[in-house]
Protein backbone atom coordinates (compact mmCIF):
# COMPACT_ATOMS: atom_id res chain seq x y z
CA UNK A 1 0.00 0.00 0.00
CA UNK A 2 1.01 3.19 -0.49
CA UNK A 3 -0.13 6.87 1.43
CA UNK A 4 2.01 10.38 1.48
CA UNK A 5 1.57 12.54 5.27
CA UNK A 6 2.22 16.15 4.67
CA UNK A 7 3.37 17.53 7.57
CA UNK A 8 1.81 20.96 7.58
CA UNK A 9 -1.20 21.32 6.43
CA UNK A 10 -0.22 25.52 6.64
CA UNK A 11 2.46 27.50 6.30
CA UNK A 12 3.36 30.92 6.47
CA UNK A 13 6.40 32.98 5.14
CA UNK A 14 7.53 36.38 4.69
CA UNK A 15 7.88 37.06 0.90
CA UNK A 16 11.64 36.80 0.09
CA UNK A 17 12.06 33.86 2.78
CA UNK A 18 12.80 30.36 2.13
CA UNK A 19 9.94 27.89 1.66
CA UNK A 20 9.95 24.21 3.16
CA UNK A 21 6.69 21.87 2.58
CA UNK A 22 7.40 18.69 4.16
CA UNK A 23 6.58 15.46 2.89
CA UNK A 24 6.80 11.39 4.03
CA UNK A 25 5.70 8.43 1.67
CA UNK A 26 4.98 4.85 2.12
CA UNK A 27 5.66 3.05 -0.74
CA UNK A 28 5.78 -1.26 -0.83
CA UNK A 29 7.55 -0.35 -4.38
CA UNK A 30 9.64 2.20 -5.72
CA UNK A 31 7.56 5.35 -6.05
CA UNK A 32 7.50 7.94 -8.25
CA UNK A 33 6.93 11.06 -6.40
CA UNK A 34 5.23 14.55 -7.69
CA UNK A 35 4.39 17.81 -6.29
CA UNK A 36 1.86 19.90 -7.47
CA UNK A 37 0.26 23.43 -6.89
CA UNK A 38 -3.91 24.42 -6.88
CA UNK A 39 -4.32 28.00 -6.90
CA UNK A 40 -7.48 28.94 -5.65
CA UNK A 41 -10.72 27.47 -7.57
CA UNK A 42 -7.83 25.99 -10.45
CA UNK A 43 -6.65 23.08 -11.12
CA UNK A 44 -3.42 21.49 -10.69
CA UNK A 45 -0.22 22.19 -12.06
CA UNK A 46 2.89 19.87 -12.22
CA UNK A 47 5.82 21.34 -10.13
CA UNK A 48 8.58 18.70 -10.54
CA UNK A 49 8.60 14.89 -10.72
CA UNK A 50 10.64 12.46 -9.13
CA UNK A 51 11.12 8.78 -11.11
CA UNK A 52 13.99 7.72 -10.14
CA UNK A 53 16.70 9.24 -11.78
CA UNK A 54 18.58 12.17 -10.16
CA UNK A 55 17.45 12.33 -6.19
CA UNK A 56 17.39 16.29 -6.48
CA UNK A 57 14.79 17.48 -8.85
CA UNK A 58 13.98 20.83 -10.02
CA UNK A 59 10.75 22.14 -11.03
CA UNK A 60 8.85 25.29 -12.35
CA UNK A 61 8.94 28.59 -10.90
CA UNK A 62 12.00 28.04 -8.73
CA UNK A 63 11.11 25.18 -6.68
CA UNK A 64 13.32 21.84 -6.03
CA UNK A 65 12.90 18.96 -4.08
CA UNK A 66 15.42 16.05 -2.68
CA UNK A 67 14.02 12.42 -2.36
CA UNK A 68 15.64 10.87 0.63
CA UNK A 69 15.11 7.24 0.61
CA UNK A 70 16.62 6.36 3.94
CA UNK A 71 13.84 9.11 5.28
CA UNK A 72 11.00 8.61 3.36
CA UNK A 73 11.08 12.34 2.55
CA UNK A 74 10.35 14.07 -0.27
CA UNK A 75 10.36 18.00 0.97
CA UNK A 76 9.28 20.63 -1.48
CA UNK A 77 12.09 23.80 -1.08
CA UNK A 78 12.47 27.57 -2.76
CA UNK A 79 14.83 29.48 -1.92
CA UNK A 80 12.60 33.22 -1.70
CA UNK A 81 9.27 32.98 -1.68
CA UNK A 82 6.94 35.49 -4.45
CA UNK A 83 3.24 36.55 -3.32
CA UNK A 84 2.14 34.40 -6.22
CA UNK A 85 3.55 31.43 -4.96
CA UNK A 86 0.07 31.53 -2.25
CA UNK A 87 -1.40 28.27 -3.12
CA UNK A 88 -1.91 24.88 -1.77
CA UNK A 89 0.57 22.34 -2.80
CA UNK A 90 -0.21 18.63 -2.67
CA UNK A 91 2.16 15.69 -2.39
CA UNK A 92 1.58 12.68 -4.40
CA UNK A 93 3.10 8.68 -4.70
CA UNK A 94 2.78 6.48 -7.29
CA UNK A 95 3.96 3.37 -8.56
CA UNK A 96 3.69 2.57 -12.37
CA UNK A 97 3.35 -1.07 -12.10
CA UNK A 98 0.27 -1.08 -10.12
CA UNK A 99 -1.66 1.05 -12.16
CA UNK A 100 -0.58 4.71 -12.29
CA UNK A 101 -3.05 6.12 -9.97
CA UNK A 102 -2.20 9.13 -8.20
CA UNK A 103 -2.17 9.29 -3.95
CA UNK A 104 -2.41 12.31 -2.82
CA UNK A 105 -1.09 13.64 0.32
CA UNK A 106 -3.86 15.97 2.22
CA UNK A 107 -2.25 19.48 1.13
CA UNK A 108 -0.16 22.08 2.59
CA UNK A 109 -1.65 25.95 2.72
CA UNK A 110 1.12 28.29 1.83
CA UNK A 111 0.64 31.91 2.77
CA UNK A 112 2.79 34.65 1.49
CA UNK A 113 3.21 37.73 4.04
CA UNK A 114 4.13 40.76 1.95
CA UNK B 1 -2.16 22.08 -27.99
CA UNK B 2 -5.20 22.38 -25.70
CA UNK B 3 -4.81 20.93 -22.06
CA UNK B 4 -7.42 18.79 -20.98
CA UNK B 5 -10.83 19.98 -20.95
CA UNK B 6 -13.53 19.81 -18.81
CA UNK B 7 -16.75 20.86 -18.61
CA UNK B 8 -19.17 22.76 -17.02
CA UNK B 9 -16.30 24.38 -15.41
CA UNK B 10 -19.78 24.59 -12.43
CA UNK B 11 -22.45 22.79 -12.03
CA UNK B 12 -25.77 22.82 -9.84
CA UNK B 13 -28.16 20.34 -9.39
CA UNK B 14 -30.94 19.40 -7.07
CA UNK B 15 -31.25 16.29 -4.69
CA UNK B 16 -32.28 13.62 -7.03
CA UNK B 17 -31.13 14.35 -10.25
CA UNK B 18 -28.65 12.90 -12.46
CA UNK B 19 -25.23 15.15 -13.32
CA UNK B 20 -23.24 14.57 -16.23
CA UNK B 21 -19.51 15.68 -15.77
CA UNK B 22 -17.31 15.49 -19.18
CA UNK B 23 -13.85 15.18 -19.77
CA UNK B 24 -11.80 15.72 -22.90
CA UNK B 25 -7.95 14.65 -22.85
CA UNK B 26 -5.18 16.29 -24.39
CA UNK B 27 -4.35 15.24 -27.80
CA UNK B 28 -2.51 11.63 -28.60
CA UNK B 29 -3.72 11.02 -24.88
CA UNK B 30 -5.62 7.67 -24.40
CA UNK B 31 -5.38 7.58 -20.93
CA UNK B 32 -8.22 9.39 -18.30
CA UNK B 33 -8.43 9.29 -14.55
CA UNK B 34 -11.27 10.85 -12.87
CA UNK B 35 -10.39 12.32 -9.07
CA UNK B 36 -12.78 13.56 -6.29
CA UNK B 37 -11.89 16.66 -3.97
CA UNK B 38 -14.25 17.19 -1.24
CA UNK B 39 -13.59 20.02 0.60
CA UNK B 40 -10.41 20.50 2.97
CA UNK B 41 -9.64 17.45 1.79
CA UNK B 42 -6.98 16.57 -1.15
CA UNK B 43 -7.61 14.66 -4.24
CA UNK B 44 -8.62 10.50 -4.28
CA UNK B 45 -8.73 8.65 -7.29
CA UNK B 46 -11.94 7.28 -8.43
CA UNK B 47 -11.37 5.61 -11.87
CA UNK B 48 -8.81 5.02 -14.85
CA UNK B 49 -9.96 4.34 -18.30
CA UNK B 50 -8.76 3.74 -21.49
CA UNK B 51 -10.37 3.90 -24.92
CA UNK B 52 -13.73 1.42 -24.29
CA UNK B 53 -12.03 0.16 -21.20
CA UNK B 54 -12.54 0.35 -17.54
CA UNK B 55 -8.81 -0.67 -16.19
CA UNK B 56 -9.21 0.49 -12.68
CA UNK B 57 -12.71 1.47 -10.30
CA UNK B 58 -10.98 0.75 -7.22
CA UNK B 59 -12.40 4.59 -6.26
CA UNK B 60 -15.73 4.73 -7.10
CA UNK B 61 -18.47 4.32 -4.59
CA UNK B 62 -20.26 1.46 -5.24
CA UNK B 63 -23.90 2.74 -5.87
CA UNK B 64 -24.72 5.58 -8.30
CA UNK B 65 -21.43 6.69 -9.55
CA UNK B 66 -20.48 5.25 -13.51
CA UNK B 67 -17.97 6.03 -16.09
CA UNK B 68 -17.13 5.63 -19.51
CA UNK B 69 -14.27 6.92 -22.34
CA UNK B 70 -16.16 5.52 -25.73
CA UNK B 71 -14.27 5.48 -28.71
CA UNK B 72 -14.80 8.71 -29.96
CA UNK B 73 -15.72 11.39 -27.84
CA UNK B 74 -15.32 12.57 -24.16
CA UNK B 75 -14.85 10.55 -21.15
CA UNK B 76 -18.08 10.34 -19.08
CA UNK B 77 -18.45 10.90 -15.02
CA UNK B 78 -22.22 10.25 -14.58
CA UNK B 79 -23.71 10.48 -11.09
CA UNK B 80 -27.44 9.26 -10.54
CA UNK B 81 -29.93 10.34 -8.02
CA UNK B 82 -27.20 12.89 -6.34
CA UNK B 83 -26.64 13.95 -2.84
CA UNK B 84 -25.51 16.58 -0.76
CA UNK B 85 -22.75 14.98 -0.22
CA UNK B 86 -21.67 14.48 -3.44
CA UNK B 87 -20.81 18.35 -3.83
CA UNK B 88 -17.10 18.25 -4.69
CA UNK B 89 -14.50 19.06 -7.36
CA UNK B 90 -14.08 16.60 -9.77
CA UNK B 91 -10.85 16.87 -11.34
CA UNK B 92 -10.39 14.96 -14.65
CA UNK B 93 -6.38 13.79 -15.70
CA UNK B 94 -4.59 12.30 -19.06
CA UNK B 95 -1.51 10.90 -19.86
CA UNK B 96 -0.47 9.14 -23.13
CA UNK B 97 1.10 5.92 -21.33
CA UNK B 98 0.90 4.33 -18.21
CA UNK B 99 4.16 3.98 -18.01
CA UNK B 100 6.17 7.01 -16.82
CA UNK B 101 4.34 9.71 -18.00
CA UNK B 102 2.90 12.65 -15.86
CA UNK B 103 -0.63 12.82 -15.67
CA UNK B 104 -2.01 16.59 -16.74
CA UNK B 105 -4.84 17.95 -15.25
CA UNK B 106 -8.15 19.70 -16.46
CA UNK B 107 -9.55 22.83 -14.67
CA UNK B 108 -12.30 20.60 -12.63
CA UNK B 109 -15.90 20.58 -12.62
CA UNK B 110 -17.30 21.82 -9.35
CA UNK B 111 -20.99 20.53 -8.34
CA UNK B 112 -22.55 21.67 -6.01
CA UNK B 113 -26.04 19.58 -4.76
CA UNK B 114 -28.83 21.50 -3.44
Known amino acids: AQSVTQLDSHVSVSEGTPVLLRCNYS??????LFWYVQHPNKGLQLLLK??????LVKGINGFEAEFKKSETSFHLTKPSAHMSDAAEYFC????????????FGQGTELSVKP | NAGVMQNPRHLVRRRGQEARLRCSPMKGHSHVYWYRQLPEEGLKFMVYLQKENIIDESGMPKERFSAEFPKEGPSILRIQQVVRGDSAAYFC????????????FGPGTRLLVL
Open chain 1, 50 to 55: YTSAAT
Open chain 1, 27 to 32: SSYSPS
Open chain 2, 93 to 104: ASSPDRGRETQY
Open chain 1, 92 to 103: VVTNYNQGGKLI
